[in-house]
């Protein structure tokens, strides 16, 4: 008997949030299956359709940060380590890039250009302190353009077909993970986690996402909106949203800069 969508959401998001927990609470397995994914995941993945290099890259540019993600949390003082806490933000924000490019190449660039500025806004550091702190991951309105932005991105994007409902779970998750937390770095291992384990499961078992994709989800159904009033009146607010973001970090950036002359003083 094939589940029922609601039934299989509840499921999916069940293993996803509980695997992803487990990779969180023990650091030293999570090494170790994140790195034997690095080489074994092309030969467990079913790639019949992985015709393009794009298709590799976005896969890959989840699954090498998950191991990187596991061997810092696991090994926080060695040496390499302490590289990746400088590397790693800069990856997070070529991944949103990486999002945004593709969404410029397809028939939304617009919305494209929109993302690219959501990832260039990503904190350049883990913690944030003083007049940094609105940089952070917690930021109501870098979550909310980031949300917006990418939730259009899958929605209307004609390459999405039975990943859309996954992905979007997967998005709607780290949002909400991120309400909960006030860490940057739990915030951002719940973030790659889940997507890592989507990935995986997109990947390897692609037949399980047939379960997540209902006739009003299919490719045909969904591109309907586009150019439509409801699609445009999207599009101007994920605009409004994002310039928002840009003028608060402008302010921001306004008030470091006034205020690092004093404390030089």
């Not at 061997?71 to 800069?90: K, N, T």
């Not at 904190?123 to 609105?134: H, I, Y």
Request: glycine fraction near 6%; charge should be positive.
């Amino acid at each position: 008997m094939v589940p029922s969508f609601p039934l299989a959401m509840v499921i999916f998001v069940t293993a996803n949030v509980l695997l992803a927990y487990l990779l969180r609470r023990f650091a030293r397995p999570a090494v170790w299956i994140t790195g034997l994914m690095l080489v074994l995941f092309p030969l467990f993945s079913d790639t019949s359709d992985w015709n393009d290099w794009l298709t590799w890259v976005k896969r890959y540019s989840i699954i090498i940060p998950a191991f990187l993600w596991a061997f810092l949390r696991d090994r926080p003082g060695h040496r390499f380590s302490r590289i990746l806490r400088v590397a790693l933000p800069w990856v997070l924000i070529l991944n949103v890039l990486e999002v945004g490019l593709f969404e410029m190449l397809g028939p939304n660039p617009i919305n494209g250009v929109a993302i690219a500025i959501v990832g260039l806004c990503i904190p350049l550091k883990w913690s944030q302190s003083g007049a940094q702190r609105q940089f952070g991951f917690g930021d109501p309105l870098w979550q909310a353009a980031y949300l917006m932005t990418l939730t259009r991105f899958f929605w209307l994007h004609p390459r999405f077909e039975n990943g859309t409902a996954g992905a979007l779970i997967v998005l709607a998750l780290a949002s909400l993970l991120c309400a909960v937390e006030r860490n940057s770095q739990n915030y951002v291992g719940w973030r790659l986690y889940t997507l890592y384990l989507f990935v995986l499961q997109d990947s390897i078992f692609p037949s399980v996402s047939d379960y997540l994709y209902p006739t009003w989800l299919h490719v045909e159904n969904r591109v309907k909106l586009q150019g439509t009033p409801l699609s445009q009146a999207w599009l101007v607010l994920n605009v409004v949203v994002v310039a928002a973001l840009l003028i608060q970090r402008a302010r921001a950036w306004r008030a470091q800069s006034a205020l690092a002359p004093a404390a030089a003083g």
